[in-house]
């Protein structure tokens, strides 16, 4: 694993042996920002409580970026993340300097001082739960109105972009509910389609041009 300086600045980790990054080299912090919370969590202004799923916990700086931009929302938070990055690594991220709340540093340890597998207060209004597992053992306990999904590319985990997993998601989620992702793969679309999603190709972040908003349909 390699510590890579991104295009803004923020810091994201490179695996070789996958030619995968944990965020864009791009520039982390804006793809962050772009695809999860601008396409994401900012689709909620008016929903008191959200209920959020991550799929790829890694850096912990989606968790991190959506502490911060929760506002009066209350968010129940769900992270999935077979294999955590070790302590020794996260401790180098730049991320709280770049970002500038003052709590920020104080957040981000919170995060990552949670304990695994168990239900923790981060701040008042924003629990989190860190579960490591894969997705294909996890069960929603109540519905989902957000899905932050943030693994791998599919050349690199092929078994997170099968049809199974979006008919699984859909499953678990509210209807209306939004799941966002980096990828715009033209499989990955059609699939999302095949398990009941309508799906959104939109502008991506820096040096992507398009990513992906699937929502359930509201049944009337």
């Known amino acids: 694993m390699e510590l890579v300086v991104s295009d803004d600045g923020s810091h994201t980790l490179k695996i070789p042996a996958l030619k995968e990054h944990y965020h864009s080299h791009r520039g982390a912090l804006r793809e962050s920002e772009h695809v999860f919370l601008r396409m994401g969590l900012d689709q909620f202004p008016s929903v008191s409580n959200v209920r959020i799923l991550e799929v790829g916990f890694g850096t912990g700086l989606n968790a991190l970026l959506t502490v911060l931009r929760k506002g009066k929302r209350t968010v129940h938070y769900t992270t999935l993340e077979p294999n955590p990055v070790e302590d020794e690594v996260i ?55 957000l899905v932050y999904y943030d693994a791998f590319a599919p050349h690199a985990q092929p078994e997170l972009w099968e049809p199974i997993i979006w008919q699984r998601l859909f499953a678990m989620m509210k209807d209306g509910g939004i799941l966002v992702t980096y990828c715009a793969k033209g499989q990955v679309r059609r699939d999302m389609q095949g398990a009941g999603f309508t799906v959104e190709r939109l502008p991506g972040p820096p040096g992507k041009r398009e990513m992906i908003r699937a929502t359930k349909p509201i049944v009337k």
């Open 91 to 145: 401790k180098v991220l730049n991320y709280t300097t770049i970002v500038p709340e003052k709590n920020a540093e104080k957040i981000f340890s919170s995060i990552h001082n949670a304990e695994w597998d168990d239900l923790s207060l981060v701040i008042d209004g924003f629990t989190i739960q860190k579960l490591q597992c894969k997705l294909e053992d996890f069960i929603a306990e109540q519905p989902l109105d």
